[in-house]
C-alpha cells in the first residue's frame, strides 16, 4: 500500500519542526498537516500534493514508498518496489553532515555538485525536448 514519508522528506531537508512548516509554507490546515506528519493521513488532495512538492521542489516519487504487507504484496521487480524508497529511520542529514570530518564534506560536496550537475543536464535535456514540442 502507499504510504507518504512526508515528515521524513522534511527533516533531510533541514526542516527542524515539520508540522510549522508544512502549515507556513504550503498553507495546509493544522490537523491536516498532524496526519501528513504522524502518518495518520489516508489520502492526500492533488492540490496539497502539488503544494508540498513546488515547496520541496520534488517529485510525488520522493514522497511516497511501498509498505508491502500481506494483502499488498508486489513482485520485486514492480516499480513501486524499485522507484519509491522506503524512509529509513535516520533521516536527519544535518545532524549526520554536522559529525564528518573535513575530508569526509570535501568528499561528499564534490559528491552533491556532481548530482547537482547531472540534475541540471536532465533539466536542459527536459527544456528543449519541451521547446522542440512546442516548436512543431
Known amino acids: 500500500m502507499l504510504k507518504l514519508k512526508i515528515k521524513e522528506v522534511l527533516l533531510s531537508q533541514g526542516k527542524k519542526n515539520p508540522q510549522a ?7 495546509i490546515t ?4 498532524y496526519n501528513l506528519i504522524h502518518h495518520k493521513q489516508k489520502s492526500i488532495a492533488f492540490e496539497d500534493l502539488s503544494k508540498i512538492c513546488k515547496e520541496l521542489n520534488c ?3 520522493d ?3 511501498w509498505d508491502t504487507t500481506k494483502k499488498t504484496v508486489l513482485p520485486v521487480w514492480h516499480d513501486c518496489i524499485t522507484k519509491l524508497s522506503k524512509p529509513t529511520k535516520d533521516e536527519n542529514w544535518t545532524a549526520r553532515i554536522e559529525g564528518l570530518d573535513l575530508a569526509q564534506v570535501e568528499e561528499l560536496k564534490k ?3 556532481r548530482f547537482e550537475k547531472e540534475r541540471l543536464e536532465r533539466l536542459m535535456k527536459i527544456q528543449n525536448e519541451n521547446e522542440n514540442i512546442v516548436a512543431t
Do not use: I, R
Not at 512548516?21 to 498553507?27: A, E, G, I, R, V
Not at 493544522?30 to 498537516?33: L, N, P, S, T
Open 59 to 61: 517529485t510525488p516519487n
Open 111 to 113: 559528491t552533491m555538485e
Open 63 to 65: 514522497l511516497f514508498w
Open 30 to 33: 493544522k490537523a491536516k498537516c
Open 21 to 27: 512548516w508544512l502549515q507556513k509554507h504550503c498553507n
